[in-house]
Nanobody, 125 residues
Framework: QLQLVESGGGSVQAGGSLTLSCVAS????????MAWFRQAPGKEREGVAA???????TYADTVKGRFTISKDNAKNTLYLRMNNLKPEDTAMYYC???????????????????WGQGTRVTVSS
């Protein structure tokens, strides 16, 4: 059973940076796509960034130019580097994974059957 464990969240001031990590374990087959999602209080979960096993990357428009998704296959770890954080980035951030999906839906939450417990990011103004 694939397990995902996120870490790296915290509280920062606007303009600050954080790097989130997600360690994957309990699988043998190659994961097709991993992604970061976030959910703010009272809002639906939204896709932030996704990376396919062939290196293709997709970002939500709200984070383009500020966030960078990357993956270290040797460490089975997914990262999200977040720069120039804004108060509207405040949310619980989830790492998600799937064995297969339509590439046009890489930021669609329902495409991912696996997710972690989340790590909280709070950005103050």
């Amino acid at each position: 059973q694939l397990q995902l464990v996120e870490s790296g969240g915290g509280s920062v001031q606007a303009g600050g940076s954080l790097t989130l990590s997600c360690v994957a374990s309990g699988y043998r087959a190659s994961i097709y796509c991993m992604a970061w999602f976030r959910q703010a209080p009272g809002k639906e979960r939204e896709g932030v960034a996704a990376i396919h096993n062939d290196g293709r990357i997709t970002y939500a428009d709200t984070v383009k130019g500020r966030f960078t998704i990357s993956k270290d296959n040797a460490k089975n770890t997914l990262y999200l580097r977040m720069n120039n954080l804004k108060p509207e980035d405040t949310a619980m951030y989830y790492c998600e994974a799937t064995w297969w999906l339509n590439a046009t839906r890489s930021l669609t939450d329902s495409e991912y059957p696996y997710w972690g417990q989340g790590t909280r990011v709070t950005v103050s103004s």
